[in-house]
């Protein structure tokens, strides 16, 4: 996928369901949001999408991103999003979780140290395509099944496949 791609609202708003929720919404709520991240700006559409959850500590937020992102468990990376969340301030954690997804849809390819991620990108590049394919049909008048459902509670993070 190319890189310019990521701007554009429609993507803005799939990337942060699946990276926030793990679920795609109805195509009415989806077209809302295209319709808001178009508006307002990518970045002011983010911040916007993450307040929801600032209700939540920096370190589940971490982990709930890299769940529904598909690069759990890693307690390296858990610890530095988590430090890195309280370091930007958790207001910010929409943008963060935006730039998460984009970047790690730039990684079906990669090599070195980042190849690690190669299987997970492939996996979240299909599970986007598939959510925005979802939303975008005015058929599904139902949000899509949650892929992997967790219970985040302190730090006890529970996967439950379905």
């Keep these: 996928m190319a890189q310019y791609f990521f701007d554009e609202p429609y993507v803005v ?4 369901n ?9 195509h009415a709520v989806y077209t809302r949001q295209v319709e808001m991240a178009t508006s307002a700006g ?19 937020l971490s982990a709930k991103l ?13 610890t530095a999003l988590t430090d890195y969340l309280v370091s930007v301030g958790k207001a910010n954690v929409g943008v963060v ?5 984009q970047l790690l849809s730039g990684l079906e390819n990669a090599t070195g140290d980042q190849a690690a991620f190669s299987a997970a990108a492939v996996a979240w590049n299909k ?13 599904n008048v139902s949000p899509s099944p949650v892929t ?15």
């Excluded at 970045?43 to 600032?54: P, S």
């Excluded at 890299?66 to 390296?76: C, D, E, K, R, T």
């Design 127 to 139: 599970e986007v395509v598939d959510a925005y394919a979802y939303s975008s049909n005015p058929a």
């Design 148 to 162: 992997n459902a967790v219970t985040l509670t302190g730090m006890a993070v529970v996967e439950h496949v379905q």
């Design 13 to 16: 708003a799939t990337i942060l």
């Design 66 to 78: 890299l769940v529904n992102l598909g690069v759990w468990p890693n307690a390296g990376l858990h």
């Design 42 to 60: 990518n970045t002011a559409y983010a911040l916007q999408f993450g307040a929801a959850f600032n209700g939540l500590s920096e370190e589940i």
């Design 18 to 26: 699946r990276a926030f929720n793990d679920q795609s919404p109805v």
């Design 97 to 101: 979780a935006l730039q998460l997804g």
